[in-house]
């Protein structure tokens, strides 16, 4: 079964920039639509960036020019740089399979305050 672990989150102050990782596992990832989500309390998912298996990408409105998602196929990880970050980017962010979707891993926690 696919698994997807999420890291890089922590604590930053508004305008700072973040680096996330999430390593998957079990399947087949060079084919995968990877994507990035994230919850903020008392809301649900919500899919911030994607990436095709070829590199192309798509951005919610919310975060393009701030956030670009890459993948390195090589290492089963896709990554999501994440700049000029604001208050309402707190949430915690998850990794996933948009085309083959699987079970939520643990999440990392991104919390953007002064």
């Known amino acids: 079964q696919v698994q997807f672990v999420e890291s890089g989150g922590g604590l930053v102050q508004p305008g700072g920039s973040l680096r996330l990782s999430c390593v998957v596992s079990g399947g087949i990832f060079r084919i995968y639509v990877m994507g990035w989500y994230r919850q903020a309390p008392g809301k649900q998912h919500e899919l911030v960036a994607r990436?095709?298996?070829?590199?192309?990408?798509n951005y919610g409105d919310s975060v393009k020019g701030r956030f670009t998602i890459f993948r390195d196929n090589a290492q089963n990880t896709v990554l999501l740089q994440m700049n000029s970050l604001k208050p309402e980017d707190t949430a915690v962010y998850y990794c996933?399979?948009?085309?083959?979707?699987?079970?939520w891993g643990q999440g990392t926690q991104v919390t953007v305050s002064s």
């Open positions: 990436i095709t298996s070829d590199g192309f990408t």
């Open positions: 996933n399979s948009v085309s083959h979707f699987g079970p």
